[in-house]
């Protein structure tokens, strides 16, 4: 599904002064496609992804998430949407500590009522596929970072999400195991045809991306990207 | 680096995270409080006592009473014209009502003005020819000055004096004045009049009740003792005190329980909310000190600011604790009022002792909760990505030992309390230490039950479910301080409801043995309280009357307790349920023909009775003192200082009453009480003073009574309740709070807020859970304990333990719901969760 983001603005309270995140930015990321968004630290990324999967609203303006006008939605409607249609990943991986690899994948299927089989049966190909299976009976403590992130990974595909965002993925792992976690999510948004969005300030991903995007001064300009037509 | 720019830095630390810090000082307040006021309520009520008993008993060393409370005056001439002891006081003491006065019970004194001076402080006014020139024929009596404003009485106005049914018309004299406040109280208890009028109202005639002596030397005792004539002797005051401590010490030390348990949740409240907080700071401290910070640095920041809040907690929790203990003293000294009417003092009772009690107890617990995670938090390797769970890890290494030194703890509690010194010290310190040692058993039993119920198939109710509980594993560190207090309260719960629950049941046991009649016939008379013969004859003639036990019942007194009542039975119908026996069951009643006597639980610990043959106690008679041997102990309810059973020959003998004072009337069976009531009620003239009730009636008099007993208990109770659920409440919303981000990655994920909040209460109703579930065997023991050992040695009444078991599901439902309760709020503030802040905690 394309996501249209329409004249938004967001700002936030610090400490008395208003600080202007985005000021009538407006953007159109294509349905099917790798959009990586780049920018500097604290320039108002992870906030565009967080009103993009409707964890934040947007102070005015509004985000179109294929037909569903996220910004609109009451709070149950948005979390349900999210849980359907969305998958999120994340720089610190932020899995369930006193949930087992398996659990932590199925759990949001589970809260959907979706028969355990039906996610049983994908967690496994997925957990396959990552080369974790084996461990998922683990506890994510005993995982290392990169193995961490993968099973983020697998959570954020085992619903067969039509759109996944990801915030830094690689940001937290070193060079050879980033460059192997952002080729898994590539490739996997790839084949399946996912709508994926990723902020990275990984060079290896202008390698994958569709269309790169910056945000500067409250607003969110593409670049050129010849690379990869 | 100096600590100066890391305080502030830490104190502006604080000020961010302002609700955690509230929390802070208010776990350490509430904690102070409680300690503080049950301290108050103690010593008030403690105060109280002291004072009432300080007014009756006066200064003297010595009193001369007589067997049947009652000596003639002309003994008093004798002592001071033949012997010449000119400190002594004629003294008349017996309780009165009086309309006037809302129909309290007071005790009424009558004095001789000239030899009271030694004795004791009554300030009259206006003068002190008024009570002399009472003897000129006016009937003026003396009340206290509050007590007559309190009714609107002056100088001149009209009492009636009520003794049972006799109605004696007075005037007020004048007032009873006193130096300070607490005196003032303790004289509203008191009516004053001179001997003679005293005398004319209790129809004493040349009577008196004692006669209080100052004796300096043992020679002067033993003159006195020599002049005296039987049926008179001469006993130290202190030996009575004892009779009177005795009934303030039962109270003290059921206070004294609270306090201790008041005191250990207070401490648990405050290691709680202290190293909870230093914990928390551990990735704080490991960038410190990843920056330059020292340990040494660390630590004494981390000292310090928890001092500041130890310091603030306290002051505001020794305020906080004295407006709860003046809340507690006025239930408790209302109920006790009602009870014991010569108690009247209402006064909170705040000493500096109290107020420092509580500092201490706050300011060195948090030193001690602060001390180990300052530890631990100085020992911080300079990492940042330290994560808290290397602190949970530590503490996982420790559970087993915990475990251990917990049994090590009850063992010793069990050594000390089997110690043959029955000092209430010694109980407490075991309770304490029962608590304590219950406390470390918990991180393992917390383990062990989150296993089982895992595997039991709790797991497949869900991943909330399984969330929950391993979480509880999870931050067992945290959890099981939480969930050790609420199964100390829940099994404080078990321990009194089980202890009260039996005890119940034994007095109504002892009721139907003792009081089985269906009704009771007895003279209210408190002059002459002997049953007209003729009477007795035609009430045994009545149609439908199947039985009746005729016997007497007449106080005496005793040496060593005070005042005892000694009983002797025409026909004994009760069952007693003996403790000890001289002699197999069917030989008891030829030994009481014999003159040996039956003694009741109480009667034989006041008088130290060992049971074992040839036990006899020493009783006075109008003989002089007399050794009875004793067959047998039985267990006995009676309200009074014990009791003693006598053959109705040896009442006659020793103490010259051969009169009936009471009946029970058994009926033919389904016979109504109320019409043979009525026809025994026609054959009485309107002026005798006797008393009909039915046995119901009295049974529920009876349990009233006992229930009132246990209304303090409850409002120590609430009180206590309150402290520890507001140190659960504390503690619940600390732990929450440390869930946010765990929150915010399942909101993020698509957990919707209602199955949030479902996660959190989940976590709660298992910290109830489990408890609930740990509260049991130790509320069981604890009742043991309380029932066994406590109850027995502080009252001298032992009863069967009746385990409940609709008590223990009380019990868990009581812990889940305050646990689920404390948790409300902290799940309606999670469905708020700002979902990005919540994803950028640390
Ligand atoms: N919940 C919030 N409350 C206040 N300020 C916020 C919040 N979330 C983000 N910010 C601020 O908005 C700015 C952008 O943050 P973020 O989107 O995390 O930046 P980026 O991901 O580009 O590094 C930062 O200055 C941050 O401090
Ligand atoms: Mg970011």
Same mark, same amino acid.
């Given at each position: 599904?394309?996501?249209?983001?329409?004249?938004?603005?967001?700002?936030?309270?610090?400490?008395?002064?208003?600080?202007?995140?985005?000021?009538?930015?407006?953007?159109?990321?294509?349905?099917?496609?790798?959009?990586?968004?780049?920018?500097?630290?604290?320039?108002?990324?992870?906030?565009?992804?967080?009103?993009?999967?409707?964890?934040?609203?947007?102070?005015?303006?509004?985000?179109?998430?294929?037909?569903?006008?996220?910004?609109?939605?009451?709070?149950?409607?948005?979390?349900?949407?999210?849980?359907?249609?969305?998958?999120?990943?994340?720089?610190?991986?932020?899995?369930?500590?006193?949930?087992?690899?398996?659990?932590?994948?199925?759990?949001?299927?589970?809260?959907?009522?979706?028969?355990?089989?039906?996610?049983?049966?994908?967690?496994?190909?997925?957990?396959?596929?990552?080369?974790?299976?084996?461990?998922?009976?683990?506890?994510?403590?005993?995982?290392?970072?990169?193995?961490?992130?993968?099973?983020?990974?697998?959570?954020?595909?085992?619903?067969?999400?039509?759109?996944?965002?990801?915030?830094?993925?690689?940001?937290?792992?070193?060079?050879?195991?980033?460059?192997?976690?952002?080729?898994?999510?590539?490739?996997?948004?790839?084949?399946?045809?996912?709508?994926?969005?990723?902020?990275?300030?990984?060079?290896?991903?202008?390698?994958?991306?569709?269309?790169?995007?910056?945000?500067?001064?409250?607003?969110?300009?593409?670049?050129?990207?010849?690379?990869?037509? | 680096?100096?600590?100066?720019?890391?305080?502030?830095?830490?104190?502006?630390?604080?000020?961010?995270?302002?609700?955690?810090?509230?929390?802070?000082?208010?776990?350490?307040?509430?904690?102070?409080?409680?300690?503080?006021?049950?301290?108050?309520?103690?010593?008030?009520?403690?105060?109280?006592?002291?004072?009432?008993?300080?007014?009756?008993?006066?200064?003297?060393?010595?009193?001369?009473?007589?067997?049947?409370?009652?000596?003639?005056?002309?003994?008093?001439?004798?002592?001071?014209?033949?012997?010449?002891?000119?400190?002594?006081?004629?003294?008349?003491?017996?309780?009165?009502?009086?309309?006037?006065?809302?129909?309290?019970?007071?005790?009424?004194?009558?004095?001789?003005?000239?030899?009271?001076?030694?004795?004791?402080?009554?300030?009259?006014?206006?003068?002190?020819?008024?009570?002399?020139?009472?003897?000129?024929?006016?009937?003026?009596?003396?009340?206290?000055?509050?007590?007559?404003?309190?009714?609107?009485?002056?100088?001149?106005?009209?009492?009636?004096?009520?003794?049972?049914?006799?109605?004696?018309?007075?005037?007020?004299?004048?007032?009873?004045?006193?130096?300070?406040?607490?005196?003032?109280?303790?004289?509203?208890?008191?009516?004053?009049?001179?001997?003679?009028?005293?005398?004319?109202?209790?129809?004493?005639?040349?009577?008196?009740?004692?006669?209080?002596?100052?004796?300096?030397?043992?020679?002067?005792?033993?003159?006195?003792?020599?002049?005296?004539?039987?049926?008179?002797?001469?006993?130290?005051?202190?030996?009575?005190?004892?009779?009177?401590?005795?009934?303030?010490?039962?109270?003290?030390?059921?206070?004294?329980?609270?306090?201790?348990?008041?005191?250990?949740?207070?401490?648990?409240?405050?290691?709680?909310?202290?190293?909870?907080?230093?914990?928390?700071?551990?990735?704080?401290?490991?960038?410190?000190?990843?920056?330059?910070?020292?340990?040494?640095?660390?630590?004494?920041?981390?000292?310090?600011?928890?001092?500041?809040?130890?310091?603030?907690?306290?002051?505001?929790?020794?305020?906080?604790?004295?407006?709860?203990?003046?809340?507690? +003293?006025?239930?408790?000294?209302? #109920? @006790? &009022? /009602?009870?014991? %009417?010569?108690?009247? $003092?209402?006064?909170?009772? *705040?000493? =500096?002792?109290?107020?420092?009690?509580?500092?201490?107890?706050?300011?060195?617990?948090?030193?001690?909760?602060?001390?180990?995670?300052?530890?631990?938090?100085?020992?911080?390797?300079? +990492?940042?990505?330290?994560?808290? #769970? @290397? &602190? /949970?890890?530590? %503490?996982?290494?420790? $559970?087993?030992?915990?475990? *251990?030194? =917990?049994?090590?703890?009850?063992?010793?509690?069990?050594?000390?309390?089997?110690?043959?010194?029955?000092?209430?010290?010694?109980?407490?310190?075991?309770?304490?230490?029962?608590?304590?040692?219950?406390?470390?058993?918990?991180?393992?039993?917390?383990?062990?039950?989150?296993?089982?119920?895992?595997?039991?198939?709790?797991?497949?109710?869900?991943?909330?479910?399984?969330?929950?509980?391993?979480?509880?594993?999870?931050?067992?560190?945290?959890?099981?301080?939480?969930?050790?207090?609420?199964?100390?309260?829940?099994?404080?719960?078990?321990?009194?409801?089980?202890?009260?629950?039996?005890?119940?049941?034994?007095?109504?046991?002892?009721?139907?043995?003792?009081?089985?009649?269906?009704?009771?016939?007895?003279?209210?008379?408190?002059?002459?309280?002997?049953?007209?013969?003729?009477?007795?004859?035609?009430?045994?003639?009545?149609?439908?009357?199947?039985?009746?036990?005729?016997?007497?019942?007449?106080?005496?007194?005793?040496?060593?307790?005070?005042?005892?009542?000694?009983?002797?039975?025409?026909?004994?119908?009760?069952?007693?349920?003996?403790?000890?026996?001289?002699?197999?069951?069917?030989?008891?009643?030829?030994?009481?023909?014999?003159?040996?006597?039956?003694?009741?639980?109480?009667?034989?610990?006041?008088?130290?009775?060992?049971?074992?043959?040839?036990?006899?106690?020493?009783?006075?008679?109008?003989?002089?003192?007399?050794?009875?041997?004793?067959?047998?102990?039985?267990?006995?309810?009676?309200?009074?200082?014990?009791?003693?059973?006598?053959?109705?020959?040896?009442?006659?003998?020793?103490?010259?009453?051969?009169?009936?004072?009471?009946?029970?009337?058994?009926?033919?069976?389904?016979?109504?009480?109320?019409?043979?009531?009525?026809?025994?009620?026609?054959?009485?003239?309107?002026?005798?003073?006797?008393?009909?009730?039915?046995?119901?009636?009295?049974?529920?008099?009876?349990?009233?009574?006992?229930?009132?007993?246990?209304?303090?208990?409850?409002?120590?109770?609430?009180?206590?309740?309150?402290?520890?659920?507001?140190?659960?409440?504390?503690?619940?919303?600390?732990?929450?709070?440390?869930?946010?981000?765990?929150?915010?990655?399942?909101?993020?994920?698509?957990?919707?807020?209602?199955?949030?909040?479902?996660?959190?209460?989940?976590?709660?109703?298992?910290?109830?859970?489990?408890?609930?579930?740990?509260?049991?065997?130790?509320?069981?023991?604890?009742?043991?304990?309380?029932?066994?050992?406590?109850?027995?040695?502080?009252?001298?009444?032992?009863?069967?333990?009746?385990?409940?078991?609709?008590?223990?599901?009380?019990?868990?439902?009581?812990?889940?719901?305050?646990?689920?309760?404390?948790?409300?709020?902290?799940?309606?503030?999670?469905?708020?969760?700002?979902?990005?802040?919540?994803?950028?905690?640390?």
């Amino acid at each position: 599904m394309d996501i249209q983001i329409s004249n938004i603005d967001k700002s936030f309270d610090d400490s008395g002064s208003r600080r202007v995140i985005f000021r009538r930015a407006s953007a159109l990321l294509p349905s099917g496609k790798i959009s990586v968004i780049m920018g500097r630290s604290g320039v108002g990324k992870s906030s565009l992804l967080n009103l993009i999967s409707g964890i934040d609203l947007p102070d005015k303006g509004f985000i179109q998430v294929g037909d569903h006008c996220i910004s609109f939605m009451n709070d149950t409607a948005r979390t349900i949407f999210r849980r359907r249609h969305i998958g999120f990943i994340y720089q610190f991986f932020n899995l369930i500590p006193v949930l087992t690899v398996l659990e932590n994948v199925t759990l949001i299927a589970e809260l959907d009522k979706v028969p355990q089989k039906t996610c049983r049966r994908q967690a496994q190909t997925l957990l396959e596929q990552a080369g974790l299976w084996d461990r998922r009976h683990d506890f994510p403590e005993t995982l290392s970072g990169g193995e961490q992130q993968r099973v983020a990974i697998v959570r954020a595909l085992v619903n067969e999400p039509d759109l996944v965002l990801a915030d830094e993925p690689t940001g937290n792992l070193d060079q050879e195991t980033g460059a192997k976690i952002m080729e898994m999510i590539a490739t996997l948004a790839r084949k399946k045809n996912k709508t994926l969005i990723m902020v990275t300030h990984s060079p290896d991903a202008a390698a994958w991306a569709d269309q790169i995007f910056s945000v500067d001064s409250g607003i969110l300009t593409p670049m050129d990207s010849d690379t990869n037509g | 680096m100096g600590n100066r720019p890391l305080i502030r830095f830490c104190l502006r630390h604080s000020r961010r995270h302002l609700v955690r810090t509230l929390l802070l000082v208010f776990g350490i307040a509430m904690g102070v409080a409680g300690v503080v006021a049950i301290d108050i309520a103690k010593t008030s009520v403690g105060k109280s006592f002291e004072l009432s008993t300080r007014a009756l008993v006066s200064r003297s060393t010595h009193q001369i009473a007589g067997t049947g409370l009652e000596i003639p005056q002309q003994v008093f001439t004798d002592i001071r014209t033949d012997l010449g002891i000119h400190r002594s006081a004629p003294v008349i003491s017996r309780h009165v009502k009086v309309s006037e006065l809302g129909d309290r019970i007071l005790t009424l004194l009558g004095v001789d003005p000239f030899s009271e001076t030694h004795f004791r402080n009554l300030h009259l006014s206006p003068g002190e020819q008024d009570l002399s020139g009472v003897m000129t024929g006016s009937k003026g009596v003396f009340i206290s000055r509050s007590h007559a404003r309190q009714y609107n009485l002056d100088i001149g106005s009209p009492l009636h004096i009520f003794l049972g049914s006799r109605k004696t018309a007075v005037t007020i004299a004048g007032f009873l004045d006193s130096e300070n406040s607490a005196t003032g109280r303790m004289l509203e208890g008191l009516v004053v009049t001179d001997i003679s009028l005293a005398q004319e109202i209790l129809e004493m005639e040349d009577h008196i009740t004692r006669i209080d002596l100052i004796l300096d030397q043992d020679a002067a005792a033993e003159k006195i003792r020599e002049h005296l004539g039987e049926g008179l002797f001469l006993v130290e005051t202190d030996q009575q005190n004892t009779a009177v401590r005795g009934l303030s010490y039962s109270f003290e030390t059921s206070l004294t329980a609270f306090s201790m348990l008041a005191l250990f949740m207070g401490i648990f409240l405050i290691y709680n909310t202290v190293s909870f907080s230093v914990t928390r700071r551990h990735r704080l401290h490991g960038i410190l000190r990843a920056i330059g910070a020292t340990r040494a640095n660390i630590f004494f920041t981390v000292m310090a600011e928890v001092m500041v809040y130890a310091v603030i907690g306290s002051v505001f929790g020794v305020l906080l604790g004295i407006l709860l203990g003046k809340g507690a +003293v006025q239930a408790v000294v209302a #109920t @006790v &009022s /009602e009870m014991y %009417f010569t108690l009247t $003092v209402s006064q909170t009772h *705040i000493s =500096g002792f109290t107020i420092a009690k509580g500092l201490l107890a706050g300011i060195l617990a948090a030193f001690v909760s602060g001390f180990f995670p300052a530890l631990s938090a100085a020992g911080t390797r300079p +990492v940042s990505l330290m994560h808290r #769970t @290397v &602190s /949970e890890k530590g %503490f996982n290494r420790l $559970v087993p030992g915990l475990f *251990i030194c =917990g049994l090590f703890i009850l063992a010793a509690a069990a050594l000390l309390m089997r110690t043959a010194t029955p000092h209430a010290g010694y109980d407490f310190t075991a309770l304490f230490m029962i608590f304590f040692g219950s406390a470390l058993l918990t991180p393992l039993l917390i383990r062990v039950i989150v296993r089982v119920l895992l595997s039991a198939g709790m797991g497949s109710l869900g991943m909330m479910v399984k969330m929950a509980l391993r979480n509880i594993t999870r931050s067992l560190r945290q959890t099981s301080v939480l969930m050790a207090s609420l199964m100390v309260v829940t099994s404080v719960f078990i321990g009194i409801e089980v202890m009260t629950g039996s005890f119940r049941l034994s007095i109504i046991q002892w009721v139907d043995d003792h009081i089985g009649g269906d009704i009771h016939v007895s003279s209210t008379d408190p002059l002459t309280q002997s049953l007209d013969t003729d009477l007795v004859e035609k009430i045994r003639q009545l149609p439908r009357v199947e039985s009746l036990s005729a016997y007497n019942i007449h106080p005496v007194f005793s040496r060593a307790s005070g005042k005892v009542h000694l009983f002797s039975y025409r026909s004994d119908q009760s069952v007693k349920r003996w403790s000890w026996t001289a002699a197999p069951k069917e030989e008891l009643d030829a030994l009481l023909e014999n003159g040996w006597i039956f003694v009741s639980e109480i009667f034989a610990q006041r008088h130290h009775v060992i049971p074992r043959q040839g036990a006899a106690v020493t009783l006075e008679t109008q003989k002089g003192p007399v050794p009875f041997q004793v067959a047998g102990i039985f267990q006995d309810f009676f309200m009074g200082g014990g009791r003693a059973v006598v053959s109705p020959e040896t009442m006659a003998r020793f103490w010259g009453h051969d009169d009936i004072t009471s009946l029970q009337l058994f009926l033919a069976s389904d016979t109504p009480a109320e019409p043979v009531m009525e026809t025994i009620r026609q054959m009485l003239d309107p002026e005798d003073m006797i008393e009909i009730r039915s046995g119901n009636a009295i049974k529920q008099s009876i349990l009233a009574v006992f229930d009132n007993t246990f209304i303090i208990t409850s409002a120590l109770q609430a009180l206590t309740a309150i402290v520890a659920l507001t140190g659960i409440l504390n503690a619940v919303m600390a732990l929450l709070l440390e869930r946010t981000r765990e929150i915010g990655i399942l909101r993020a994920c698509g957990t919707l807020t209602g199955q949030v909040k479902q996660l959190l209460l989940h976590e709660c109703f298992f910290y109830g859970l489990i408890s609930g579930i740990m509260a049991i065997p130790l509320g069981t023991a604890l009742s043991w304990v309380l029932i066994h050992i406590i109850n027995q040695r502080s009252f001298g009444w032992t009863y069967e333990m009746v385990l409940i078991p609709g008590v223990f599901f009380q019990a868990i439902a009581l812990s889940s719901a305050a646990a689920l309760a404390a948790g409300i709020f902290p799940a309606l503030a999670a469905g708020r969760t700002h979902i990005p802040t919540a994803l950028h905690m640390e």
